[in-house]
């Protein structure tokens, strides 16, 4: 059981490249998020999906697009990169946001290293 | 002001001391809590969640004051595998709104 899976795990870009992160997961959940992780801030969302075919935004959506085609698969876009885009992004699945520790329990991909110069 | 609030820390513990965290929320619509743990260069997992009437796993002990709005963690006889950092998580009531705090990174020592 591969849980939740991101690729790539290390990326160097230039300012204005752009890439898309992958993500996908086995779980068979309906909740997918994408965070980024800086020094000395908590995981903030960028953007989120409550299923198939839908998106939302999240708290630090500007400079990304997100998309979630296959139920299994939330892909992250960077249009074209900037140096304050330089963080560690996770991905995260749940199965539901109701009210329980099962329902609740995010689970998390081993994260992208992605630096922007 | 961050709406959750950990002390960074670090904190260096030998082995076998007990360590207690703390962290802050101030959004009184937060209905869950949780505290997760992060390895250098890892993933968030899930270690507890947290309720009203305090829990317990193993050698943690996670404890929830709705009145003061103020969640701890409680580590008795520290491993060396304990070092980590560990993040508050709290879910508000309605919408989207997973706020995660910025960690307490621990260090126990031989």
């Known amino acids: 059981n591969a849980g939740v899976t991101q690729t790539p795990k290390f990326r160097v870009l230039k300012t204005g490249q752009s890439m898309t992160l992958l993500c996908a997961q086995d779980?068979?959940?309906?909740?997918m998020y994408w965070y980024r992780q800086d020094p000395g801030m908590g995981l903030r969302l960028i953007h989120y999906s409550v299923g198939e075919g839908t998106t939302a935004k999240g708290e630090v959506p500007d400079g990304y697009n997100v998309s979630r085609l296959k139920k299994q698969n939330f892909l992250l876009g960077l249009e074209s990169a900037a140096p304050s885009q330089t963080s560690v992004y996770f991905c995260?699945?749940?199965?539901?946001?109701?009210?329980?520790?099962?329902?609740?329990?995010?689970?998390f991909g081993s994260g992208t290293q992605l630096s922007v110069l | 002001r961050k709406e959750v609030e950990q002390d960074p820390g670090p904190f260096n513990v030998p082995e076998g001391a007990t360590v207690a965290f703390n962290c802050t929320y101030s959004n009184s619509a937060s209905q869950s809590f949780f505290w997760y743990r992060q390895d250098c260069r890892k993933e968030p997992k899930l270690l507890m969640s947290v309720y009203s009437s305090g829990n317990e796993d193993g050698r943690f002990t996670a404890q929830l004051n709705r009145a003061s709005q103020y969640i701890s963690l409680l580590i008795r006889d520290s491993k060396l595998s304990d070092s980590a950092t560990y993040l508050c998580?709290?879910?508000?009531?309605?919408?989207?709104?997973?706020?995660f705090g910025a960690g307490t990174r621990l260090f126990v020592k031989a």
């Open positions: 995260a699945s749940s199965y539901s946001r109701s009210k329980g520790a099962t329902n609740e329990k995010l689970f």
């Open positions: 998580v709290v879910n508000r009531a309605g919408g989207f709104k997973t706020i």
């Open positions: 779980m068979n959940h309906e909740y």
